[in-house]
């Protein structure tokens, strides 16, 4: 039963999270298609985006609910959220297609006038005293939580070395792998490589995280979308919460595995292990929505900053660059040097993927994943 409430939670956390993203995007990008500013409230656009929002909701609760009162077997149950992903693509380029035809049919873009700002750095901060240095001062800038990531690493280090004091009481065979009933299943011989490995994992996802935002904090990342001064400052301004929200994120999961390291290895605590196992998962899925929320607030801090600010390109219209967006989401421009842009639908950075770097990184991915699937049948 814990696998399938589990599923259950994270079937309405994954239609949440894809109800909030559609709030998170530029105004002047709605389900990732570019309109003027003048259109940011027309009926057809919020008759859309409020579709799709419903169509998530409504089919994460219905799974969700199907889950856990149908008879599923784990194994089958597990699909679920995959089905509710499909449904949210479905719903999304059906709404958007609305968009797109009523801005076709309508001439949306035929008068507009067309501005394009230069590129804020990263750290651009207040140099003169105009009303745009003003503005970037306004707006935090992207950061790495170090903080976060020191309590992150002082959980995991202090959970393996309760686990290492008290080794001679761990068992010579200890268990791997659990079932789908939580039943043990796997066993090998004690040492410190099998008994670390929420350790080892922990530490990994650390890493992880910390580069993303170190990468975040460093890197020129192009904006594509609304591409005024205040468009720019309020991509910044959603980058900065999405660090924070990757500490945050980094903290809960570091307690997940911190939990993990004692529970599991120490004996006297398997009764817990069934409990310890819907804590890391439900941590786990909701610090994928916490990311969410100090980029709200971010978001909305920003809005209320900016709005007593008259910048020169305030009334004018970014480009409507819709052709260079794949599905509303994947940027492809060779002629774009940029090689990070702005997410058009959601949060955060992507490639261009007409570079040779995104080239590289999706070739690298494809080769990880064949070698994960080849591996067991490599013995």
Not at 26 to 51: E, F, H, N
Not at 155 to 171: N, T, Y
Not at 288 to 298: D, E, N, S, Y
Request: charged fraction near 15%.
């Amino acid at each position: 039963m814990i696998i399938k409430i589990t599923i259950a939670l994270a079937v309405l956390t994954i239609a949440v999270a894809m109800a909030i993203t559609s709030a998170l995007v530029a105004r002047t990008t709605p389900l990732g298609v570019s309109i003027p500013r003048s259109r940011a409230d027309d009926a057809v656009v919020a008759s859309a985006v409020s579709r799709y929002r419903r169509l998530v909701l409504a089919s994460g609760a219905v799974a969700a609910l199907a889950v856990l009162a149908l008879p599923i077997a784990p194994e089958w149950a597990s699909v679920v959220p995959l089905v509710v992903l499909g449904l949210g693509l479905a719903a999304y380029l059906a709404q958007r297609r609305k968009i797109i035809e009523a801005k076709s049919a309508g001439g949306w873009f035929e008068d507009a006038e067309y501005s394009v700002s230069a590129q804020i750095a990263p750290g651009a901060s207040a140099g003169e005293n105009s009303d745009v240095a003003r503005a970037i001062a306004v707006v935090e800038a992207p950061r790495v939580p170090v903080f976060w990531y020191l309590a992150s690493l002082s959980l995991l280090g202090s959970a393996a070395a309760l686990v290492a004091a008290r080794w001679s009481e761990i068992p010579n065979v200890i268990v791997t792998h659990w079932g789908p009933g939580l039943e043990p299943d796997a066993w090998a011989d004690k040492s410190a490589a099998q008994v670390f490995i929420p350790t080892w994992i922990g530490l990994g996802t650390l890493a992880l995280l910390w580069g993303s935002t170190l990468a975040v904090a460093k890197t020129m990342v192009a904006v594509r979308g609304d591409r005024s001064i205040k468009g720019q400052l309020r991509s910044r301004a959603v980058l900065a919460g999405m660090n924070k929200g990757f500490g945050a994120l980094a903290l809960m999961m570091a307690i997940g595995f911190a939990t993990m390291q004692v529970i599991n290895y120490l004996p006297g605590y398997e009764r817990f292990m069934g409990a310890t196992f819907g804590i890391f998962i439900a941590l786990t899925v909701l610090g994928g929505v916490a990311i969410l929320v100090p980029i709200a607030t971010a978001q909305s801090k920003t809005d209320d900053a900016l709005r007593g600010f008259k910048l020169p390109d305030d009334v004018n219209d970014s480009p409507d660059n819709d052709k260079f967006y794949k599905l509303g989401t994947f940027y492809y421009n060779p002629d774009d040097p940029a090689v990070l842009v702005e997410k058009r639908f959601g949060v955060g950075m992507d490639f261009n993927y007409a570079t040779w770097q995104a080239k590289v990184f999706m070739v690298t991915i494809l080769v990880v994943l064949i070698v994960c699937i080849a591996l067991p049948f490599l013995g």
